[in-house]
């Protein structure tokens, strides 16, 4: 059962989301048809794409959308909101459709990630909940897979729980690190929950409680012989650590029919202590002893330890991970993009704003990925109007928005629709795919991309390019507020 199912979080939205519900049906507005956008305006840590991760608990919050007594009673003690909303919410059911890219898809700024249309009342109430559930996962996701890039495919393991911002963080952290690459946790209820390897030996307290050293490991691989992995740098790693590991390797888990997992170290110069521990043990005849290191890592720390040399196999990465602690907020935004008439026609809407970056992409959109026939690689996003579709047996002519001599001719490729619909007039209408189905399909799509896109330093643009009647659109209605 997910989180959302366990209870109700339709209440968690803005006050203002109400206070707007409450004037839209006061003024008569409340059933308008709107389009609303989801998208986001920058990568963090200045990477050259985002991933996309967090659409199945905003389904199961979108399913269970509803008001109880105790939600009414305190509306109506606020003395804001009349009783005629009080009624609409006794009574409410979700009626919006839903569209969204799917999980684990690269993303990239100003385009919809998700689409929401529907009563205007409606629209507003999800925005608060829409936004942090994307917002936070997709994050995660975005740095678990830089630390896992720099890993140069070796084994990260998500050690995040203790240092995430919620319990709710601490899980849906590490469920949106697996799909962007990490090979397990730290955390028992996320493998509970959602099948994710979970993984873990012992705390440098086990050794402390010990008499020594040696005792705590000859305890330790008595109990686990067939798992045996230990924590080699409570006292010093390369005088005490490996020499006790290799002794118990010895006499306990090789005795017994096993052979022993990994060491890990946990503090000090992770390079240095690394080669050390790797020429004993293979000297000891366990060349198969994997090491891993873990100490507040992050993706720089990573390449820097491998660049140097280091002898590691797998990384255990906490707090940097699960609170993208370099760079904490996903700005994910949503915009009013038009209103439909009474025949069913879309007026497209845009907010202008100071700083051209705010200016929105007005209109009922979609988003098709152009990828080459010949290599598979994705060559640009095309955002077009509901309506417009991509030729893709002709070459197409893209540019970009901010800088139209900038054009390019795009040939022998193929254009995929990137929005998914997920609720039909409140109907849900996609089948979620497992964690695992998203992380393969994380895994295929990351493979789309060109190797320039994936420096952290400076990547290459991906270009996310308008149609001509969507960019003629946009240039007429900033014309036209611009004269007001």
């Known amino acids: 059962m997910s989180l959302e199912q366990q209870r109700n979080l339709t209440m968690l939205a803005d ?3 109400f206070t707007m519900a409450n004037g839209y049906l006061e003024n008569g507005i409340a059933d308008e048809i709107v389009v609303f956008d989801m998208f986001f305006r920058r990568i963090p840590d200045g990477g050259g794409f985002a991933i996309f991760v967090g659409l199945d608990q905003l389904i199961s ?3 269970d959308l509803h008001f109880t007594e105790e939600d ?3 509306f109506r003690s606020k003395k804001q909101f009349s009783e005629k909303f009080l009624d609409y919410l006794r009574n409410f059911h979700f009626e919006c459709d839903v569209w ?3 999980e684990g898809t690269p993303v990239f700024p100003y385009e919809p990630i998700v689409t929401v249309r529907g009563p205007l009342i409606q629209t507003q109430m999800v925005e608060t909940m829409l936004l942090l559930t994307i917002n936070y996962q997709t994050l995660v996701a975005t740095k678990a897979n830089r630390i896992v890039r720099a890993a140069e495919g070796r084994g990260v393991v998500e050690f995040g729980s203790r240092r995430a911002q919620s319990y ?8 949106a690190a697996y799909i962007a690459g990490c090979a397990g946790t730290a955390c028992s209820i996320v493998d509970r929950d959602f099948g994710i390897p979970a993984s873990g030996t012992m705390a440098h307290s086990w050794v402390q409680v010990f008499d020594n050293e040696y005792e705590a490991f000859k305890a330790y691989a008595k109990t686990y012989p067939d798992n045996c992995t230990l924590l080699v740098d409570t006292y010093n790693v390369v005088t005490s650590g490996i020499p006790n590991a290799i002794r118990v390797f010895n006499e306990v888990v090789v005795p017994a029919g096993f052979r022993p997992k990994a060491v890990r170290i946990d503090s000090g110069d992770l390079a240095y202590l690394s080669k050390k521990a790797r020429k004993m043990l293979d000297g000891a005849g366990y060349p198969d002893v994997k090491i891993m290191a873990s100490n507040s ?3 720089y720390i990573v390449r820097d330890l491998l660049l140097q040399g280091a002898k590691l196999d797998l990384f255990g990465v906490g707090e940097n991970l699960i609170t ?3 760079e904490p907020v996903f700005g994910g935004v949503y915009k009013l993009a038009a209103v439909q008439d009474a025949q069913g026609n879309y007026h497209p809407k845009i907010k202008i ?3 051209v970056e705010k200016i929105t992409t007005p209109g009922f959109k979609e988003v098709y990925r152009l990828y080459s026939r010949e290599n598979g690689k994705a060559l640009a996003d095309y955002i077009t109007l509901r309506g417009e579709e991509v030729d893709d047996t002709q070459d197409l002519t893209i540019f970009d928005p901010n800088a139209v001599w900038k054009r390019k001719q795009v040939y022998d490729f193929r254009a995929e629709k990137l929005l998914h619909q997920i609720f039909d007039h409140g109907k849900l209408c996609y089948q979620s795919p497992t964690v695992e189905e998203i992380r393969s399909f994380c895994a295929a799509q990351l493979d789309t991309l060109w190797d320039e896109s994936k420096r952290f330093e400076y990547p290459h643009r991906y270009y996310v390019d308008l149609s001509q009647k969507l960019w003629d659109v946009k240039q007429q209605l900033l014309e036209e507020m611009g004269s007001h």
């Open 324 to 326: 993208s602690k370099s």
């Open 61 to 63: 919050y979108m399913k």
């Open 15 to 17: 006050f203002y989301e």
């Open 297 to 299: 890592l992050d993706e």
């Open 353 to 355: 704003s100071e700083s």
């Open 100 to 102: 969204s890219i799917r």
């Open 72 to 74: 009414i009673e305190y």
């Open 168 to 175: 709710d963080a601490a899980i849906l952290g590490a469920r």
